[in-house]
């Protein structure tokens, strides 16, 4: 049996001044990690975040005149765990069919108390579970006081654990909906919400106004060339709508009784398909971390539409990521490269 104890947070797991460790997507496949931990490690990010004690920098896009590619880079700083990090995502081939596409993300972490390097890792696996985490803390704290019905657009790598996440943090959810147009997404989405909850199953519709009519909380996770696009006017009273990729049309942000953002000013550098016809967007009514900390209420009353949009923070990167390194260290993952030699 390996070994999965992990050191407390805070504890220093850097190596030397002269290799790097190397944690591939096989190694950090390998790691067994609960949904739990995953929700509380990201909590407790945010919370880090609200006190003053992390950093977390605008992050900078880069984007061809055409669209084909999107680049970010983003830098932060764990004060929890005295780590640095910097994160790095590029998207190319965004003017074709998913399968087309190509996508590389990797996360470098540094231990600010030794001043010496932890790892560098793939960081698709820690994105795949760090947005849905948000999202399932987002419905938490903003949904109707009785949610019962959720709705998921989408079936891509944030569509297939939105669920399982959602059940995480809201247990009494008993009608669980998903859109989607890509039986092999499905079909995956099915098999997630077996492996986490083999007790519960997943309807997949098909009239989305109808679906988005009855839902108490939507987490838009689809892609850029979905035709799913849900209207304000299709929301009934109370309910929540979570934006993480594609899915919801302007009018759920611009209409919405309170919106709440991960960060605003994330939101203006990357959603910027949601403006309006003057190319405006709405400003926020809070941002997360205050209301994570308790002091700024998610909801006012059981009748608001709440708009929340799902950007990740680097902290939140770094807070899993750090996570992820302590549990493979402990089983003796990785490759060390002697990149300093």
């Not at 010496?116 to 960081?123: I, K, S």
């Not at 539409?305 to 770094?318: C, E, K, P, Q």
Request: hydrophobic share 40%.
């Amino acid at each position: 049996m390996p070994d999965t104890t992990a050191a407390p947070i805070g504890t220093p797991i850097s190596g030397d001044d002269k290799h790097l460790r190397i944690l591939s997507t096989s190694d950090l496949a390998g790691i067994d990690i609960s949904l739990a931990d995953v929700v509380e490690t990201v909590e407790g990010a945010y919370r880090t975040l609200h006190a003053g004690q992390s950093d977390n920098p605008r992050k900078l896009t880069v984007k061809p005149q055409d669209g084909h590619s999107v680049s970010y880079a983003m830098l932060g700083r764990d004060g929890t765990r005295n780590v640095v990090a910097i994160k790095t995502s590029y998207k190319h081939g965004l003017d074709k069919g998913r399968d087309e596409q190509h996508y590389y993300t990797s996360l470098t972490l540094y231990d600010d108390v030794t001043g010496l390097p932890v790892a560098m890792m793939d960081c698709s696996r820690i994105g795949s579970l760090r947005t849905p985490a948000v999202s399932a803390l987002l419905a938490r704290e903003c949904t109707p006081p009785v949610a019962r019905t959720a709705l998921v657009i989408g079936t891509g790598t944030q569509g297939r654990l939105a669920l399982p996440f959602l059940l995480t943090t809201l247990p009494d959810l008993d009608r669980l909906m998903v859109f989607g147009t890509h039986s092999d997404g499905i079909a995956a989405v099915r098999e997630q919400l077996r492996a986490h909850c083999p007790d519960r199953d997943v309807e997949i519709v098909t009239d989305l106004r109808a679906a988005a009519a009855d839902a108490d909380v939507i987490v838009a996770t689809a892609g850029a060339h979905t035709p799913a696009a849900v209207e304000s006017t299709w929301l009934k009273p109370g309910a929540l709508a979570i934006l993480v990729g594609h899915g919801l049309a302007p009018s759920t942000l611009h209409r919405a009784d309170r919106v709440i953002a991960t960060s605003e000013a994330q939101m203006n550098v990357t959603g910027t398909d949601m403006a309006d016809a003057e190319g405006k967007l709405p400003a926020v009514d809070s941002e997360f971390p205050p209301v994570i900390a308790g002091l700024t209420a998610g909801r006012h009353n059981a009748k608001e539409r709440i708009f929340a949009y799902n950007s990740g923070l680097v902290v939140t990167d770094i807070a899993l990521g750090h996570r992820f390194a302590q549990l493979a260290l402990a089983q003796n993952l990785g490759t060390e490269v002697p990149l300093w030699q």
